[in-house]
């Protein structure tokens, strides 16, 4: 059993910052890959960013050069640093962790951006 706790969302003006933050626990030896996906109001799911194990970054265009994906690997965390935050990157934020060939979701974050 894996569990993935988001934290770090809220509410901030649009221009502002927010650092969320994935702790993976349970039964694994190793985490393949990190992610994080966000989901608007009527929209579907879509990827923000990932990281592999070997650090290998990638990002959806809407956020390009705003976010940075990191992870501590001895802390089983992933991090996401939302610089220039928009109001439409206001959604539920989710981790997800690839550990063997099995996807794992977080419960989500809430982040919502004002104008």
């Known amino acids: 059993q894996v569990q993935l706790v988001e934290s770090g969302g809220g509410l901030v003006q649009a221009g502002g910052s927010l650092n969320l933050s994935c702790v993976a626990s349970g039964s694994f030896i190793s985490i393949s890959d990190l992610g994080w996906y966000r989901q608007a109001p009527g929209k579907q799911r879509e990827v923000v960013a990932s990281?592999?194990?070997?650090?290998?970054?990638n990002y959806g265009g809407a956020v390009q050069g705003r976010f940075a994906i990191s992870r501590d690997n001895a802390k089983n965390t992933a991090y996401l640093q939302m610089n220039s935050l928009k109001p439409e990157d206001t959604a539920v934020y989710y981790c997800n962790a690839r550990i063997w060939v099995t996807d794992y979701w977080g419960q989500g974050t809430q982040v919502t951006v004002s104008s």
């Open positions: 990281i592999t194990n070997s650090g290998r970054t």
